[in-house]
């Protein structure tokens, strides 16, 4: 499966972030991507405002019937990797990753479960997204396309037994769209992709945000897609782009069965 990676530097202007996406729906259909992901708030970078964009997003039509259509139009399976919505059991905001499948039919959504309170050594000095957005509980899944493709957010990515549970569970890919910090990718982000893929022998795709939003708010990008191996197929440096890499199933199961690791683990 070719998959695009759209990585962006979305900001607090919404209309115009749904006007990017638009642009790399189109282009990675182009490409000849079967699937395109977007990053961690990709539609909306802007603390202050989620709760009324998650308002906005439950009203007919909004723009996530925009990306319906274009997922159908251009006949490509989207991933927006977080959006505020309520979540579907209790009426919070939550972080949410949203699918569609090349019909334009929306195929599942998971709400971030691991929320990014941390001080960092940055000009942002204090992140605390548990003031914004409720956790959410669900482990999901969705098959797109014929692989497994199991979902994560950003934060998600330092807690390795929801990885563990994705692959138990049948995952092929592991998706990790992202707004990692410039301060916390640069000595986390690459190590923590690969670490993923090589425990569970799984490419893992990381969708970043890659650039300067505020006068105190940075992310790193290097948007990248790491093999089963662990070994980094390509990736993006900073700024908008996109970076269509190749999917092989094969190269799952030929690295599965050389060394069948979950089929050697033990209990402690």
């Keep these: 499966m070719k998959v695009a990676l759209a990585q962006m530097i979305s900001g607090a202007d919404a209309t115009l ?3 990017v996406i638009k642009n790399r729906i189109k282009e990675a259909s182009e490409k000849g991507a079967e699937l395109v992901i977007f990053p961690e708030n990709c539609l909306l970078m802007d603390s202050a405002n989620y709760a009324t964009y998650a308002d906005l997003l439950e009203q007919s039509p909004s723009p996530l019937d925009e990306i319906s259509e274009l997922a159908a139009k251009h006949e490509i399976a989207v991933i927006l990797g977080s959006v505020p919505m309520y979540g579907e059991d209790e009426r919070k905001v939550k972080a949410v990753a949203v699918a569609w499948n090349k019909q334009g039919e929306k195929i599942c959504r998971y709400e971030k479960i691991h929320l990014f309170d941390a001080r960092v050594g940055d000009a942002h000095g204090v992140y605390r997204e548990s003031a914004f957005f409720a956790p959410g509980n669900k482990v999901v899944m969705a098959d797109i396309n014929g692989f497994n ?4 957010i950003c934060y998600d990515l330092r807690f390795p ?18 707004a990692f910090t410039q301060f916390t990718g640069e000595a986390h982000w690459e190590p923590l992709l690969r670490a993923r893929a090589i425990e569970n022998q799984m490419y893992v795709l990381g969708i970043n945000q890659g650039g300067t939003h505020t006068p105190t708010r940075e992310t790193y990008g290097r948007t990248m897609a790491v093999d089963p191996w662990g070994t980094v197929v390509d990736s993006l440096e ?16 030929d690295i599965r069965n050389s060394m069948p690791v979950f089929e050697h683990r033990r209990k402690l």
Excluded at 245 to 253: A, F, P, R, T
């Design 17 to 19: 972030n749904l006007g």
């Design 149 to 152: 493709v199991g979902f994560s």
């Design 161 to 178: 037994l929801l990885f563990q549970n994705l692959r138990l569970q049948g995952a092929d890919i592991v998706i990790v769209p992202a």
């Design 238 to 253: 900073k700024g908008e782009g996109l970076l269509v890499v190749d999917i092989c199933k094969d190269k799952i199961l």
